[in-house]
């Protein structure tokens, strides 16, 4: 592949994963690619983690425990701080990456040295159970676009590997409580405005989806989206376009919240979102072509107040 492979530290902050971090940890030692650290950061756990993760022999995990701080861009912070790889890479632990993720990433990172991030496409883990359905449909393999990804979230956490100085360029994640569930993506779209980000469309890992009911959380997520745009977004320096396009999609989501689930808050911040009579327009085109879309989203949701966005193998 190359005449020498340059370190790559792995992230796990974790929480009581129970036996799932078993797997989780498995997947990173199985990697085609040899030459990483494991570094666990366990939030405070209750659980078995210390036991489970010390009864794995490998000589590159390195396991940290702390008091519970509920951040996990605090977690990932820190592990980055213990690291010392060229590359980091970062995997909840709950997620499980597929042999070649390592080796593919490095490979492309290392001749397209204008890179400074690199993330794939992922298949999910519905129930325990594997599935064949791509999370992300409509984006092709190559340099990320701000319009593929910035509007709407593309990226997953778990895929992403990132350069060392890039990471420390843009002081890594904003550990803000108010971005927390969304503090991944401020930090990826931070890394964009610095330097260029490529795409895998092809799945490089297995994100864990648990079905349960989302409505609160969800609702919670959109909210900070909204804060952050208007905290945050607007002043990294996006064209016009794209900060409208960001803010459309998120009011479109609490709009559609509110109109089909009744979600009152969502409704608020809606209402909230003074628009200018231009951008009023535009809204309302960008609710009617959107309508159909969202309608068969909000009716699923309904229907059995789960998430069930994967097709689960039998």
């Given at each position: 592949m190359y005449k020498s492979q340059p370190l790559a530290s792995v992230i796990i902050p974790v929480y009581n994963p129970g036996e799932v971090i078993k797997e989780t940890i498995g997947s990173?030692?199985?990697?085609t690619y040899s030459n990483l650290e494991i570094i666990i950061i366990d939030d405070g756990s209750t659980d078995d983690t210390a036991k489970i993760v010390k009864s794995i022999n490998d000589d590159r995990i390195k396991y940290h425990y702390q008091s519970n701080t509920g951040l996990p861009a605090q977690a990932r912070n820190k592990g980055a701080r213990l690291s010392k790889g060229k590359f980091m890479a970062f995997l909840d632990h709950d997620d499980v990456w597929m042999p070649r993720k390592l080796e593919t990433q490095i490979s492309i990172i290392e001749d397209n040295q204008d890179i400074g991030l690199i993330?794939?496409?992922?298949l999910y883990i519905c129930d325990g159970k594997r599935t064949m359905e791509p999370l992300v449909k409509g984006i092709r393999s190559g340099?990320?676009?701000?319009?593929?990804?910035?509007p709407r979230n593309g990226v997953i956490q778990s895929t992403i590997l990132v350069k060392r100085d890039i990471f420390d360029k843009v002081s890594g994640f904003n550990e803000s409580l108010d971005l927390f569930a969304i503090e991944d993506y401020d930090f990826w779209i931070r890394v964009y405005?610095?330097?260029p980000c490529y795409y895998i469309h092809e799945p490089m890992i297995y994100y864990r989806k648990i079905v349960h009911s989302a409505s609160g959380k969800e609702s919670q997520?959109?909210?900070?989206?909204?804060?952050?745009y208007n905290k945050y977004f607007l002043s990294y320096g996006f064209s016009k376009k794209i900060n409208q396009a960001r803010l459309f999609e998120i009011l479109a989501a609490l709009y559609f919240?509110?109109?089909?689930?009744?979600?009152?808050?969502c409704g608020e911040c809606v209402r909230s979102q003074k628009l200018s009579a231009s951008n009023l327009f535009v809204f309302l085109l960008w609710i009617i072509f959107s309508l159909p879309f969202k309608f068969r989203?909000?009716?699923?949701l309904m229907k059995d107040g789960m998430r069930k966005d994967a097709k689960c193998l039998k």
């Open positions: 990173v030692t199985e990697q993330c794939t496409n992922a340099y990320l676009k701000p319009g593929y990804f910035i405005t610095q330097r997520i959109l909210q900070r989206g909204l804060y952050h919240r509110w109109l089909f689930l009744g979600d009152k808050k989203r909000m009716c699923e």
